[in-house]
């Protein structure tokens, strides 16, 4: 919108007299007739409206023989005010509310702010997002799971920590046992020193899960002597047989260099439908193992499951044992192991 002041002609014999100020918008000195003390005018330079003030420096200049002009003639893009609004303008520059206005903030400030809160706000949503997914994201799922093979990371072995009811059924390391007698061959050699006390109280709580209506004996691998509960074949694993247990073995604890024959010759002996061949030096053991296993076994039905404890990789002689019987290798960490011990 243009507001332009109009050119006409005054003719006379006197000397004109003419108003100089400064653009308040780009600082441009501006000349004009002394007629418009007191109004309005526009910047020549940058179309800013100006209120000319009524003193003013003054400067005479020629007389002109044909007349004057008021003010420096405009192009017709700068006609006169010929709109309400263009009127409504020239109000509001005179009555100075133009100055008002230019010294309020500006749209770009608070669009500055405006963008600064929305952006926080979004960063805000997405941290909430990725911690939700965090805690209630997809589980991390296992690796490839093969015949006679469970991972360390299988939910079935953290289940005893987990779901109450998962240590109600039977289970050893939270692993479900469905056999109804169940014999436990434990390494109690130096290999195993470190996790022993939790290997057996493991044992003790698995037998506690088998129930009433099913048999238990626990048999460590020998390293000097043969210890065993109950030492002739396998007992209903009541209370008070699970805890006549802990009290017979309570002196048993791990040393020197074990050997598993005997003990595996007298658990196959006794005809269970499963065994429990834990060991904490499972990476020591190699093809003689298991060829010393599988002679001791022969033609029997049993099933061996093996448990690797405390390594880092699932030892090959126990995985080839577990798949020779049809049972089950499992490599066991240490806390997994602790936790089975105490829940």
């Not at 939270?174 to 470190?194: N, Q, W």
């Not at 099913?214 to 396998?234: E, H, M, T, V």
Request: net charge positive; charged share 20%; aromatic share 6%.
């Amino acid at each position: 919108m243009w507001l332009s002041l109009a050119v006409f002609t005054i003719s006379g014999g006197r000397d004109a007299e003419m108003i100089s100020l400064n653009c308040t918008n780009c600082r441009a000195l501006i000349e004009m007739d002394d007629a418009f003390a007191g109004g309005v005018c526009r910047c020549r330079h940058c179309g800013a409206i100006q209120t000319v003030p009524t003193q003013s420096k003054v400067k005479t200049i020629g007389r002109r023989r044909h007349g004057r002009t008021l003010y420096s003639k405009r192009s017709r893009e700068e006609a006169i005010p010929s709109s309400g609004l263009e009127q409504l303008a020239q109000a509001v520059a005179s009555s100075g509310l133009s100055s008002e206005l230019r010294r309020t903030p500006g749209s770009k400030r608070r669009s500055s702010q405006i963008l600064l809160i929305a952006g926080g706000g979004v960063g805000l949503i997405v941290v909430l997002v990725c911690i939700w997914f965090a805690r209630h994201g997809p589980a991390r799922k296992d690796g490839p799971v093969g015949p006679g093979l469970v991972s360390s990371n299988n939910p079935a072995l953290l289940a005893s920590t987990d779901s109450p009811a998962a240590t109600s059924a039977p289970n050893f390391c939270g692993i479900p046992l469905a056999e109804r007698v169940v014999i436990y061959v434990l390494d109690r050699g130096s290999g195993t020193t470190d996790l022993f006390s939790y290997l057996k109280e493991a044992a003790f709580r698995s037998a506690e899960s088998l129930g009433e209506q099913r048999k238990f004996q626990i048999i460590f691998w020998n390293n000097g002597s043969d210890d065993a509960y109950p030492l002739i074949g396998p007992t209903y694993a009541t209370s008070q047989n699970v805890e006549a247990a802990r009290k017979s073995l309570d002196g048993v604890y791990a040393h020197g260099q074990s050997d598993a024959a005997s003990a595996l010759a007298k658990a196959v002996a006794a005809g269970p439908d499963a065994i429990i061949l834990a060991t904490g030096k499972g990476g020591q053991l190699n093809d003689d193992f298991v060829q010393q296993v599988m002679q001791i076994r022969k033609e029997r039905a049993v099933k061996i499951h093996t448990f690797d404890l405390g390594g880092t990789e699932l030892s090959a002689a126990m995985k080839t044992i577990a798949e020779q019987t049809g049972g089950q290798a499992h490599l066991v960490a240490e806390g997994d192991l602790k936790r089975a011990a105490r829940d």
